[in-house]
């Protein structure tokens, strides 16, 4: 069994650049979620895919948007970058089903300057 | 809207000892699942216990056991002969169906084991 995998591990870019971030799912997950987590606190939601579809969304500007693929692997997409957005970028694979057990990958540590 | 409070921002513990963390939560659900997950240093989330809501009884995992009380809104962790590995960040995380499962997050609670 493959577990969650995120690349690129660090990244740095310029504030107004934009970012691309990407997640392979657990083998056999049909459900990605992406979470931010700032320095000292916990994840906070942005969205969900579930075939290839949007399926919920935090409180995150339209400038985050994403990504699915055929395969359940998963893209996150920044525009715009700001400075708040420096964060540990998390990505969870899932099966859409109660009891809705979600497993991470190891995280991008974006850097915006 | 759902929230889920950890109220204890760090704690130590001694090795081989028992320590309790906190987590309240509030929520107008009756059908939910609540989490508890670890992140050492290292960064890698893992699951540590999941506990249903319909469920009376507690959850246990080894060394780690859940202090489920409904009414109360009260979700709180033990963990018996902590190890030096269990040095970590824990989060209290709770997901409902109607949020499509995805985790609301209290702020963590930073463990350090002392030898």
């Known amino acids: 069994e493959t577990g969650v995998t995120q690349s690129p591990t660090h990244l740095i870019k310029t504030r107004g650049q934009q970012v691309t971030l990407r997640c392979s799912s657990q083998s056999g997950h049909n459900t990605v979620s992406w979470y931010q987590q700032a320095l000292g606190q916990g994840p906070q939601f942005i969205f969900q895919?579930?075939?290839?579809?949007?399926?919920g969304r935090g409180n995150f500007p339209p400038r985050f948007s994403g990504l699915q693929f055929p395969n359940y692997s998963s893209e996150l997409n920044v525009n715009a970058l700001e400075l708040d957005d420096s964060a540990l970028y998390l990505c969870?694979?899932?099966?859409?089903?109660?009891?809705?057990?979600?497993?991470f990958g190891p995280g991008t540590r974006l850097t915006v300057t | 809207a759902q929230t889920v409070t950890q109220s204890q921002p760090e704690m130590s513990v001694q090795e081989a000892e028992t320590v309790t963390l906190s987590c309240t939560y509030d929520?107008?659900?009756?059908?939910?699942?609540l989490f508890w997950y670890k992140q050492p240093p290292s960064r890698q989330m893992i699951l540590v216990i999941r506990q249903e809501a319909y469920k009376q009884q507690n959850a246990t995992e080894n060394r780690f056991s859940v202090n489920f009380q409904k009414a109360a809104k009260s979700f709180s962790l033990k963990i018996s002969d902590s190890q030096l590995g269990d040095t970590a960040m824990y989060f209290c995380?709770?997901?409902?169906?109607?949020?499509?499962?995805?985790?609301?997050f209290g702020k963590g609670t930073k463990l350090s084991v002392k030898p």
């Open positions: 969870a694979s899932s099966l859409a089903l109660p009891p809705y057990e979600q497993y």
């Open positions: 929520t107008s659900e009756n059908n939910y699942y």
């Open positions: 995380a709770f997901a409902y169906g109607g949020s499509q499962g995805n985790l609301i």
């Open positions: 895919y579930y075939r290839e579809e949007e399926n």
